[in-house]
């Protein structure tokens, strides 16, 4: 048995703050919360305040000289968190503006010194703390700020408070500024633009005895309050289980619900893949993905599809592939998040609530082209990276992932996406526009199915009212996908390529 | 609902039969304490500004209550409702006592809400508003 210390951490009640933070705020710690005007700092801690506070263990919320408490109340009360019957029971607010303005450093902490002996809090927030600087700043006399800021750690925390102190500093104080050297826990807040678009970002810079998780998480602020989305940070592959002997086996392949692509994958998809299908526009790629999910509801295989580009309702039966039942029994969930200002994580959120509410198995994402519109501008730019970090996380749960991808059927440069991601995919499906006979034809090719065989054919399929049908093998053709093919007689040899042809991209 | 509770408060506090000078100094205190209860939450500002606003509202058409009207923004209002309250009859000092009170109140509802006000009177007379329920009627 340890003799360690071992500190609680307690739960904030900011859905998605806790692992950003390591597991919670650790009980007794000293905490700033920082940012810019507007950056959600008081709405972030009253969150943290009304979750806490109990009757025998209250908040004790101190107002200074920023926002006026009569706006703070009449604004904090529209969050669905603010439980008014908690107010001046469990939560109690203390303006110390006098103080502040009348007996500087002084007063102000023997004031928060005996409300906190007098009511033994559990909660001590000052905001703002950076108008409590601002206010006895021209003064001489009494205590210095690094005094004071050391001494109303020490009493707070020797009077077993957890103390939040929200300030609106700029990042270079941190250098200097005595609060961030005393601080347990240093957390700030931004609003950051890019071009008309602002997304709202967290940092914990510093948390004391605890992990919390790096770099900048985004956060949103509703009518319930702030929930934040922890930045997805992927880890190692999960090994293919091990049967009795130690000896990998094979993963499970799921049928896509299309006659002969099973075949050509080389018996379906290994579970556990993921899967682009990469074609022009209309080819036949959400027909082949809504089968795919359905052909997994059929089967008892909960799916969830991300759809970017049309509403819910109207994909689950405007789609060749209708869903309308297997939605309304529960067997599939469309997501439509919301456009334009997503994060990454927020979207690996809502699918990953999704796919624990359903037990989904597989997911399908309609389109990636729809996916990178609908990121806000800053995050589009880190595209393939973020897209790795979702598809890990996602197959890193065990699921099956079948991502769309739009192509221009260009016969001069074959790539399979236009996100230069098809590496992150361990099977690539293809479909392409073919000209014979005077006809457009469709075809399908299965590129790669990572430590499989898989067949090479180009099939001809399509996409009829039951769904897609693939067809046979277009034999009798040779050079389909450089947009100008010749016949090939039956048993002719197929020439070598020759050494400039071109090699597919991805 | 409110005029009700504050008047009978008024009538506590001041005494039966009071005469002018004992109802001024009772609404007063009634002010003070109301200005109390207000300012540890949304501070000695803020309780000023509540408290002028409704001594003008309710002052405005009361006659002879004019220079009151106009110190509102000074610092001791409510002393100077006192003296202004002593030179009326009982009746009509009791009235204005209960309206300055009344409003305030409302004002307060309107910025916090009905609930967080009720909550504060109840704390500042909790025999008076234990069953003030304008929390719960109030659409």
Redesign the interface.
């Known amino acids: 048995m340890s003799d360690k210390v071992r500190i609680r951490r307690l739960p904030t009640g900011v859905p998605g703050l806790d692992a950003v933070l390591g597991g919670g705020v650790p009980e007794f710690s000293f905490n700033v919360i920082a940012g810019t005007p507007g950056a959600g700092k008081t709405t972030l801690v009253q969150q943290i305040m009304f979750a806490l506070a109990r009757a025998d263990r209250p908040a004790l919320f101190f ?1 200074v000289l920023g926002e ?4 703070m ?2 604004y904090q ?1 529209q969050f669905e968190f603010f439980d ?1 019957a908690k ?2 029971t469990s939560v109690r ?3 110390l ?2 103080e502040a303005l009348d007996g500087g450093l002084d007063a102000v902490l023997k004031r928060i010194i005996q409300e906190v002996e007098a009511t033994s809090p559990a909660i001590v927030i000052v905001d703002s703390f950076r108008s409590v600087m601002q206010a006895v700043q021209r003064q001489t006399e009494g205590l210095e700020v690094q005094h004071f800021v050391q001494e109303l750690g020490m009493r707070l925390t020797g009077w077993q408070a957890t103390t939040f102190l929200v300030g609106e500093f700029q990042l270079v104080e941190t250098e200097n500024h005595p609060v961030f050297t005393v601080a347990d826990g240093l957390v700030w807040l931004y609003q950051s633009l890019d071009r008309n678009s602002m997304v709202r970002k967290m940092q914990v810079m510093k948390m004391r005895g605890q992990a919390p998780i790096p770099g900048l998480h985004t956060f949103r602020v509703t009518d319930s309050g702030i929930q934040v989305f922890p930045r997805l940070i992927a880890g190692p592959p999960e090994p293919p289980p091990a049967d009795g002997e130690g000896k990998k086996r094979r993963p499970k392949r799921l049928s896509v619900g299309v006659t002969g692509l099973d075949e050509m994958l080389g018996g379906g998809i290994p579970s556990g893949y993921s899967v682009l299908v990469a074609g022009p526009s209309g080819s036949g790629k959400t027909v082949l993905a809504t089968q795919f999910i359905r052909e997994g509801a059929r089967r008892g295989e909960a799916g969830v599809i991300a759809v970017f580009e049309k509403r819910p309702s109207e994909y689950a039966h405007t789609s060749a592939v209708v869903l309308d039942q297997a939605v309304r029994d529960g067997q599939i969930g469309i997501i439509h998040t919301r456009p334009l200002d997503l994060s990454i994580d927020e979207t690996l959120h809502e699918l990953t609530d999704a796919i624990h509410r359903l037990k989904a198995r597989r997911v399908v994402i309609d389109s990636l082209s729809g996916f990178e519109l609908a990121l806000a501008p800053t995050f589009r730019e880190d595209f393939r990276e973020s897209l790795y970090r979702l598809v890990a996380a996602l197959t890193g749960m065990g699921l099956t992932v079948m991502m769309t991808a739009e192509l221009e059927d260009s016969y001069t440069d074959l790539r399979f996406s236009p996100h230069g991601t098809a590496f992150l995919t361990d099977a690539i499906i293809l479909q392409r526009y073919v000209e014979l006979g005077g006809q457009f034809k469709r075809v399908m090719a299965v590129v790669k199915v990572r430590a499989s065989a898989h067949s090479k054919d180009l099939r001809l399929f399509e996409v009829g009212a039951d769904g897609m049908v693939v067809g046979e093998r277009i034999g009798n053709y040779q050079g389909l996908l450089t947009g100008s093919p010749h016949v090939v007689s039956p048993g002719s040899r197929l020439t070598p390529r020759r050494p400039d042809a071109r090699r597919p991209k991805s | 609902m409110r005029q009700r509770v504050f008047r009978r408060t008024l009538a506590r506090q001041a005494g039966t039969g009071a005469n002018a000078p004992a109802i001024a100094a009772a609404a007063r205190r009634l002010c003070e304490r109301f200005a109390e209860q207000l ?8 309780a000023a ?2 408290c002028a606003r409704s001594l003008h509202l309710t002052l405005r058409n009361v006659r002879g209550l004019a220079p009151v009207r106009a110190s509102v923004q000074g610092e001791a209002p409510f002393a100077l409702l006192q003296q202004s309250l002593e030179q009326q009859e009982p009746a009509a000092a009791t009235e204005v006592a209960v309206g300055v009170l009344a409003t305030a109140s409302e004002l307060l509802a309107l ?3 009905e ?2 006000t009720t ?2 009177l109840r ?1 500042a007379w909790p025999d008076d508003f234990a069953g003030d329920t304008t929390e719960e009627t109030t659409t």
């Open positions: 107002t006026p408490p009569l706006k109340l009449r009360q008014l107010v001046n607010f203390i303006n503006a006098k | 300012a540890p939450l949304i501070g000695d500002a803020g500004a509540i910025f916090i809400g609930s967080l909550r504060l704390e």
